[in-house]
């Protein structure tokens, strides 16, 4: 029980302490000052004590019922200035402006506000008026009407600093000052104001009339530039009319132009088809035809060849065969007409019979070799006869073929013979270029096959038969081929 009241007795105490630091406990906010006085205190920065306590910021205890707290608003506060002055020309005025000022942040400034104003803070501004309104009339007072227009800032600026003084005696410093308006009953302003309107007036109009006259001429430019804008566009579009015109007209022109084109194109691809289908024909032909044709031609010709090379050669063997064996005879007969005219000759009975023998062997060996020689000629003359027929029999089944073939035979001779005519031309001038000199050599060439075209006309002239109509069979195989060299038989004795 006895700890109990103790500890209660104790929680009691502790309550009260606090509940009597909370009433002693005074905290200043940051925009007022706490002015405690009941005792003396020594402030900083003033030497003498100013039998109060000033506060800002922080807290402090206060003794009940032996000091007393008070507070001083260090707000922003602000006063309207309607103040009648009159200039040093004596012209009346009425100047409206603002005052906005405060209670200073040092302690000075506050003891002096505290002592001034403590009980009076609403009476603060009214104050400030009359500060301002007394210097306001001074300094107006000394400037004129002009002054005052153009350098208002002059009439701020001694208006403050006028006042600083006393309102530092009165712990207010100026935040800030601005003179709003300042009225003129008299229409002092408006007079100085109207030579100077006059001046702009007549500025004004000077410019006007130099901006109407500028935009005149700028206008008739424009008119002018107009015109000339005017006149380059119709000649564009007259322009751009007759290339129109052009344009139509040769649209006009480009249908039967056109189908004039078409026209002509459709017959270059016929002709080319026409000259596409002549030379497959002719290449069927060549295939079909002549080549065959040509062929057979050669197999016959290279066969009578063959058979008279045949014949000729078994001739001549024969005939050299048969020379050989004369040879061989007269030898033989000589041997032995020598032999018996030795045998004569030993005998002494047989000279003249043995001299008569060789001669008799001698015109034998001679005979022998005759006969081989004419045996040959025949020979030859047979197979060339032969050779001839197998030409003939060519030429009536394929005439066309056999004169190509012997016109290409010749060929080369007969290019050279008609190129010869170029052969004394210095100059030659040619009128188409290539084309010209294509068709000149082309002429030339054609030249040197009139071969063909007499082989042709002998070859018309033939009968139904196969014979010629005039001359003999081998007349057709003259004109193309050199006529056969004859070998002459020599007979001796």
Not at 1 to 26: D, E, P, S, T, Y
Not at 32 to 44: C, M, Q
Not at 394 to 402: I, K, M, R, S, T
Request: negative net charge; contains cysteine.
């Amino acid at each position: 029980m006895v700890v109990g009241v103790v500890a209660g007795a104790v929680v009691v105490a502790v309550l009260v302490l606090i509940g009597l630091f909370k009433m002693m406990w005074r905290v200043a906010e940051p925009n007022e000052a706490l002015i405690i006085s009941g005792s003396k205190h020594r402030t900083e920065g003033i030497e003498e004590g100013l039998g109060f306590r000033i506060v800002t910021g922080r807290g402090t205890l206060v003794l009940p019922g032996v000091q007393a707290v008070r507070k001083l608003s260090l707000d922003l506060n602000e006063t309207e200035l309607h103040v009648d002055c009159v200039t040093h020309q004596g012209i009346p005025l009425k100047v409206r402006g603002v005052v906005i000022f405060k209670v200073g942040d040092d302690f000075v400034s506050i003891a002096n506000a505290a002592r001034r104003f403590l009980d009076q803070q609403k009476l603060m501004a009214e104050r400030v008026h009359n500060v301002f309104a007394g210097h306001l009339r001074s300094i107006v007072g000394g400037l004129t009407v002009e002054d005052m227009i153009r350098d208002r800032e002059k009439l701020t600026g001694q208006t403050r600093a006028a006042c600083g003084t006393e309102m530092e005696k009165l712990g207010l410093i100026v935040d800030s000052l601005q003179i709003h308006e300042i009225e003129d009953p008299t229409g002092y302003i408006q007079n100085l104001a109207m030579p100077h309107a006059a001046a702009v007036q007549r500025d004004a109009r000077i410019a006007q009339a130099e901006a109407n006259r500028l935009a005149t001429e700028a206008e008739q430019q424009s008119f002018a530039r107009m015109a000339e804008a005017t006149r380059d566009s119709e000649i564009l579009q007259a322009g751009y009319q007759a290339e129109r015109d052009k344009a139509a007209a040769k649209a006009q022109q480009a249908g039967p132009l056109a189908a004039a084109a078409a026209r002509q194109e459709v017959v270059v691809q016929e002709t080319r088809v026409a000259e596409l289908e002549a030379h497959r024909r002719e290449q069927q032909l060549q295939a079909d035809v002549r080549k065959p044709a040509d062929a057979k031609a050669y197999e016959k010709r290279t066969l009578a060849e063959a058979e008279r090379d045949a014949r000729i050669s078994a001739a001549q063997a024969k005939a050299k065969e048969t020379e050989l064996a004369a040879a061989a005879e007269a030898t033989r007969v000589k041997a032995a007409a020598a032999a018996e005219a030795e045998a004569t000759e030993a005998r002494g009975t047989a000279s003249a019979a043995a001299t008569r023998a060789t001669g008799e062997a001698e015109a034998a060996a001679a005979q022998a070799k005759g006969l081989a020689q004419a045996e040959a000629a025949r020979a030859r003359g047979l197979a060339e006869a032969e050779a001839i027929k197998a030409r003939a029999a060519a030429l009536a089944e394929n005439q066309e073929a056999v004169v190509a073939q012997q016109l290409a035979e010749k060929w080369p001779e007969i290019v050279q013979a008609g190129a010869s005519a170029f052969g004394n031309v210095d100059n030659m001038v040619l009128l188409n270029g290539a084309d010209g000199m294509g068709e000149l050599f082309a002429k030339a060439l054609t030249m040197g096959g009139t071969g063909l075209g007499l082989a042709r006309r002998l070859l018309a002239g033939m009968g139904e038969g196969g014979q010629p109509a005039h001359g003999d069979p081998s007349s057709l195989d003259a004109a193309v081929t050199p006529p056969p060299q004859r070998v002459p038989v020599e007979q001796e004795g």
